[in-house]
């Protein structure tokens, strides 16, 4: 794998101008860092006038004091925008030469940002790809479209993805509190500050990926928040149906809670003894799960298939948040009460029992 790489002059475009609150030729650097590349020559007048930046980990050097140790296989002029992964994907592939020569897969691209109107398209062309494979339906018809707006409205701020996530976790706070002391007369309300939840829980990733700030902090916080947000609404909505008389409340929130707090323990375990202490529940790797760097399977066909997927998709956290709202509106929460419980429920039995039967899950495979 090659940990060498140039921007060459001469300049593509403005490699000072921002983009998505960094400026061009620092987001090319980080994005090559990302890549695995650990050197990179370029002009010292264009990486003085970057300065210091706590995010670079690499070496910059300057074709004067002489080449970088070993041969740059990766080479594009200071000025692009391109798609986050390409650099890792050209990097993974084993591709030598110029970035802007380079095969280019559905969805990447490359881009010269010259002025304001270029700069804006490259934007865009970043943000939109933040929308990822496995973004629920919630989140691909909803929340994305929203939580994209408001985090290009934040990019050029000082607001880190840490205290994007407590500005959420207010919202969800909101929620829980308005529901517990309303009862069941304020399931709406809170329904509605629980989507506000959701959707501003994306902006934190976002502004992560974007601005490549990230920290093992940050991915705790983002983890463990949403944890308690899920299951303190969750208790919140049931207590508030039981007291209004509904007996099948008590009994699906007093099953789904306690399975979810064994979900919540086997996930823990598993992120510190085989995530190696990451917040991210990528480090881990349950029953069934596909390796991230495996090639994605053929889509299956039939009914079993159809089925499998439909359960995943309504299982993911956009959904079964989003529920709450049109059922609170119909006056039916005890449905997304029982669908939250029979997710708790698989969650928390698949998972304590791998830990009974296979001693956890297996640690992800690294692919950088």
């Avoid at 650099?87 to 084993?94: D, E, S």
């Avoid at 490549?212 to 909505?237: K, P, T």
Wanted: glycine residues 12%; hydrophobic residues 50%; neutral net charge.
């Amino acid at each position: 794998m090659s940990r060498h790489a140039a921007l060459t002059p001469p300049l593509a475009g403005d490699p000072l101008a921002r983009v998505a609150g960094l400026s061009v030729v620092l987001r090319q650097l980080l994005s090559l860092q990302d890549a695995g590349i650990g050197e990179v020559l370029m002009p010292r007048d264009l990486a003085d006038q970057i300065g210091a930046d706590p995010r670079l980990t690499l070496r910059v050097a300057d074709p004067s004091t002489g080449r970088v140790s070993g041969e740059a296989s990766l080479t594009a002029p200071a000025g692009l925008v391109w798609h986050r992964g390409l650099p890792a994907r050209l990097v993974a592939a084993g591709y030598r030469g110029d970035i802007t020569e380079a095969p280019l897969l559905p969805g990447e691209f490359v881009i010269t940002v010259t002025d304001r109107t270029s700069a804006r398209q490259a934007e865009s062309l970043l943000l939109g790809s933040l929308i990822k494979p496995t973004d629920g339906i919630i989140s691909r018809a909803i929340n994305r479209k929203i939580s994209l707006r408001i985090t290009r409205a934040l990019l050029d701020t000082s607001l880190t993805p840490n205290q994007m996530t407590g500005i959420a976790t207010l919202f969800g706070a909101l929620a829980i509190g308005v529901v517990a002391w309303g009862g069941v007369t304020w399931l709406v309300p809170g329904a509605l500050l629980l989507q506000a939840q959701s959707i501003l829980d994306g902006c934190d990733g976002e502004i992560s990926r974007l601005k490549y700030i990230r920290s093992r902090l940050g991915e705790w916080l983002d983890q463990v928040l949403d944890d308690v947000v899920n299951l303190g609404y969750f208790a919140a909505a049931g207590w508030a149906v039981w007291q209004s008389g509904s007996a099948l409340a008590f009994w699906l929130t007093s099953i789904g809670a306690g399975l979810h707090v064994v979900y919540q323990i086997a996930l823990y375990a598993a992120l510190v003894t085989r995530g190696g202490g990451s917040g991210s529940v990528t480090s881990i790797r349950w029953w069934g799960q596909q390796e991230p760097s495996s090639p994605a399977p053929a889509p299956a066909r039939g009914p079993a298939a159809w089925l499998k997927e439909t359960v995943e998709i309504l299982g993911r956290r956009d959904f079964f948040l989003f529920l709450f709202l049109p059922a609170a509106l119909l006056g039916v929460t005890e449905i997304a009460l029982g669908w939250c419980a029979i997710i708790f429920a698989a969650s928390g039995l698949t998972t304590g029992l791998q830990w009974l039967l296979k001693g956890g899950p297996a640690p992800a495979v690294r692919t950088s």
